[in-house]
């Protein structure tokens, strides 16, 4: 099984430096549609018209609009694309919608500077074993059979692509780097691969 891996494109929230966590349902900005259409033509380019694969993305709205762009070139049906709400970003619970500059000056630094992750449980939030949890769920019910597309989230993917290819040791999980949005990972047998880079935001901001 091949997993090709893809982080959301470029948000309002992102650009305005808010938290979005895991249901906020935020738009694309002009451009986060830029590299969402960047993706699609890569991807157009490395897996060909209409590839026989199985195509998973979280619910977000961010993460359906990143698809229903890459789904076009690609050539598939934007209702035959699978959701999960264990692909969804994490959950920062009453930071979410809030600004990353009035949350920090609230409660001091929040994000490992090495990492660019939280170093912190967002409050009525969750944190990165719980997402570890939910991932091997999924996981465990794929068809084992069957090329697997997947978009989704910054922290979520990187536990993800941790899981499936290994990484550092961060608070508890395997955590794999980190990479803009609109980045396209390329896994098989264990093996990472980054196949496009994307131009948006890294790190715990773009959450």
Do not use: K
Not at 26 to 40: D, F, H, S, V, Y
Not at 44 to 67: K, V
Not at 160 to 181: H, I, M
């Amino acid at each position: 099984m091949r997993l090709i891996l893809a982080r959301h494109a470029e948000t309002v929230y992102n650009a305005g430096a808010r938290m979005q966590g895991h249901m906020a349902h935020t738009p694309l900005t002009r451009a986060g549609i830029a590299q969402a259409e960047a993706m699609g033509t890569f991807l157009r380019e490395h897996l060909g018209q209409r590839p026989d694969l199985d195509f998973w993305a979280s619910p977000s709205g961010r993460t359906l609009q990143t698809s229903a762009i890459v789904a076009e070139h690609l050539g598939i049906d934007f209702f035959d694309i699978r959701t999960d709400d264990r692909l969804l970003e994490i959950d920062v619970g009453d930071w979410q919608g809030r600004r990353y500059a009035d949350i920090v000056a609230e409660t001091g630094p929040i994000v490992c500077p090495d990492r660019r992750a939280f170093n912190v449980v967002p409050p009525n939030g969750e944190y990165y074993p719980a997402i570890r949890a939910r991932l091997e769920a999924w996981l465990a019910g794929l068809d084992r059979a069957r090329d697997v597309l997947v978009i989704s989230h910054g922290i979520t993917l990187r536990v993800l692509r941790g899981l499936l290819a290994g990484g550092d040791d961060f608070e508890g999980v395997a955590f794999a780097d980190d990479a803009p949005q609109g980045t396209v990972f390329e896994i098989v047998d264990g093996t990472q691969t980054a196949l496009h880079l994307g131009g948006g935001f890294s790190g715990a901001r773009a959450a």
